[in-house]
């Protein structure tokens, strides 16, 4: 199997997923529990730093197996390596600064507080959690999303005119809030736009697998 993902329920690893399924690629999915350094054995082993995903592609053979670590750029690996498809924005076409700007505010800006809030909410024992940060990572995140509620004023998705992993990367974003109980102060464009995406099969298969 060429394509292979270590992927947990909620985690950042749907968008590599998301987008397989929407280009019907064929790959092997390993299922774990998070946190899976802890809870998958000989995790650490193949992936040192113990974050997911974790994805691999051996297509060029078994010396020059691909190796990566980080959502959305897997994402972007995909359709590049096995495109074309319309899920990727040209360096040609109109479009193109906007489609690589959403998908590195997807994490830089929009889930990296979201995983604070996640962690002083969810994870931490309950001595440890920090209810102030939580707030205040919370209004960071509602804050930064008001990029979204203004590119979806007029438009269906975020960059050339179409879906693109541009939306499967910010999407997941959107995704994460929902979890999180955070949906509730999405913005009227923001949560119709959220909608849009929720309704697609591919979305669909990848958050509950």
């Known amino acids: 199997m060429a ?18 399924e929407e280009m019907g690629l064929d790959y092997e999915l390993e299922v774990m529990q998070f946190p899976p350094r802890f ?3 000989g995790y650490a082993e193949i992936n ?16 020059q197996i691909i190796q990566m670590t980080e959502s959305a750029g897997i994402s972007q690996y995909l359709v590049d390596r096995y495109g074309p498809t319309d899920l990727a924005v040209g360096v040609n076409e109109a479009g193109y600064g906007d489609y690589l700007n959403w998908i590195h505010r997807s994490d830089a800006t929009l889930t990296f507080p979201q995983t604070l809030v996640l962690r002083y909410t969810v994870l931490e024992p309950e001595a440890t959690r920090l209810p102030k940060v939580a707030e205040d990572y919370t209004k960071w995140f509602y804050s930064r999303l008001r990029s979204v509620e203004l590119a979806t004023a007029d438009n269906e998705f975020l960059a050339a005119n179409r879906f693109t992993i541009a939306d499967i990367a910010v999407g997941f974003a959107l995704h994460l809030a929902e979890t999180l109980g955070l949906a509730g102060g999405f913005k009227p464009n923001t949560a119709a736009y959220y909608e849009r995406l929720k309704a697609r099969p591919a979305f669909q298969k990848a958050t509950t697998l």
């Open 39 to 41: 809870m998958h054995a």
């Open 3 to 20: 394509l292979k993902l270590w992927h947990c329920a909620g985690s950042r690893s749907i968008r590599p997923l998301w987008t397989m």
């Open 48 to 63: 040192p730093i113990g974050t997911v995903p974790f994805f691999t592609d051996d297509a060029d053979g078994p010396e």
